[in-house]
């Protein structure tokens, strides 16, 4: 079975868990895939193992806890050191799609905004690329995306396994985050300098390439699950 | 952690190969078959990254098929690499317990 109808399984298999019993599993779940750099497959087959073994032992009036232990995160940790890491050929393609993905996207948006903002300006808005800024403007985007990734990663972290946590306050970290990340980008792109070389870009060769970008990736991803 | 599962520790790979050598189990089945062998100190969920190590090292091999009760379960199967190491862990065991049972020989154990 291919990992995403193991996750599918999982997903309906835990509503028949106690509360307790569900909080418990979800804490060492998401811990688990988490771990990125681990397979995938082989992090769903154990956890649907876990979650099979957990129904069982409910059935028979035992609890997650005399199952796997008092200490959640420290039997977490002996799975995920068990686990096979994932080959770093999937890993790089993935990354490189999200790039690609949103490189397309910032084409094609670009494509729409530029004969709109002419329409609304009544003069033309230039189509000039600069290509140091806007290599540094992608860089700041891409910079931001990663940072946003690894800081959501964390809050989530730390409220596994700890009955303090707060999501409300998860919530207005994320929401921080987000809002500081936005300004940065939108400050970058508005005060950044013009220098460098420059190319004439226009709206439709604009639109064009980030379609076509964008349909590639699509593609490719449709392809690469063909040959999994 | 108490003397006995420390000693357990160290000689828990070699019994979950030796019950997958009887027949193909998966994980909850497995740990019923270590209690009703008298291991009752083996609590549940240890056996599963005892499972993913010997999975990883080739010496048992997981195979979903349908379990007696209907749904799909995970069965292990072990590997020829597995009988083996199997072999040499029952070899190596046994150069252990006959020294000390001679040695403990005579005591009164309760």
């Given at each position: 079975?291919?990992?995403?109808?193991?996750?599918?399984?999982?997903?309906?298999?835990?509503?028949?868990?106690?509360?307790?019993?569900?909080?418990?599993?979800?804490?060492?779940?998401?811990?688990?895939?988490?771990?990125?750099?681990?397979?995938?497959?082989?992090?769903?087959?154990?956890?649907?193992?876990?979650?099979?073994?957990?129904?069982?032992?409910?059935?028979?009036?035992?609890?997650?806890?005399?199952?796997?232990?008092?200490?959640?995160?420290?039997?977490?940790?002996?799975?995920?050191?068990?686990?096979?890491?994932?080959?770093?050929?999937?890993?790089?393609?993935?990354?490189?799609?999200?790039?690609?993905?949103?490189?397309?996207?910032?084409?094609?948006?670009?494509?729409?905004?530029?004969?709109?903002?002419?329409?609304?300006?009544?003069?033309d808005v230039s189509s000039s690329v600069y290509l140091y800024p806007t290599l540094l403007t992608f860089a700041v985007i891409i910079g931001s995306v990663a940072f946003g990734v690894w800081y959501i990663f964390r809050i989530i972290k730390q409220s596994l396994f700890n009955e303090k946590a707060s999501e409300k306050k998860d919530m207005v970290k994320a929401g921080v985050f987000g809002a500081v990340a936005m300004g940065l980008v939108i400050a970058v792109t508005m005060f950044m300098p013009e220098f460098g070389p420059s190319f004439h870009f226009s709206w439709w060769a604009s639109l064009l390439t980030g379609g076509v970008l964008w349909l590639v990736v699509f593609l490719f991803k449709k392809f690469e699950v063909w040959f999994k | 952690?108490?003397?006995?599962?420390?000693?357990?520790?160290?000689?828990?790979?070699?019994?979950?190969?030796?019950?997958?050598?009887?027949?193909?189990?998966?994980?909850?089945?497995?740990?019923?078959?270590?209690?009703?062998?008298?291991?009752?100190?083996?609590?549940?969920?240890?056996?599963?990254?005892?499972?993913?190590?010997?999975?990883?090292?080739?010496?048992?091999?997981?195979?979903?098929?349908?379990?007696?009760?209907?749904?799909?379960?995970?069965?292990?199967?072990?590997t020829e690499e597995g009988k083996a190491s199997l072999d040499m862990i029952a070899s190596e065991w046994q150069q252990i317990v006959e020294p000390v049972h001679t040695l403990f020989k005579g005591r009164n154990l309760q």
């Open positions: 079975m291919k990992a995403k109808q193991l996750i599918e399984e999982n997903n309906k298999k835990r509503e028949q868990l106690t509360p307790e019993n569900e909080k418990y599993y979800s804490d060492m779940l998401i811990y688990i895939r988490l771990q990125l750099t681990l397979s995938e497959q082989q992090s769903e087959e154990v956890l649907m193992e876990m979650l099979d073994h957990l129904l069982d032992g409910q059935n028979e009036g035992k609890s997650a806890r005399d199952i796997f232990g008092d200490d959640p995160k420290g039997y977490a940790d002996e799975i995920i050191q068990n686990l096979p890491k994932e080959q770093k050929r999937s890993v790089i393609p993935f990354i490189m799609g999200i790039v690609l993905n949103l490189l397309s996207w910032m084409l094609m948006i670009r494509g729409v905004v530029i004969p709109i903002a002419s329409q609304l300006n009544k003069e | 952690m108490s003397l006995r599962s420390q000693l357990l520790k160290g000689i828990l790979d070699g019994c979950v190969l030796a019950v997958i050598e009887k027949e193909p189990v998966y994980g909850y089945e497995l740990s019923k078959k270590l209690q009703e062998f008298g291991l009752s100190d083996v609590s549940e969920g240890t056996i599963y990254p005892v499972l993913l190590r010997l999975q990883k090292n080739g010496l048992i091999r997981g195979e979903m098929q349908p379990s007696e009760s209907g749904p799909n379960r995970k069965y292990y199967h072990l």
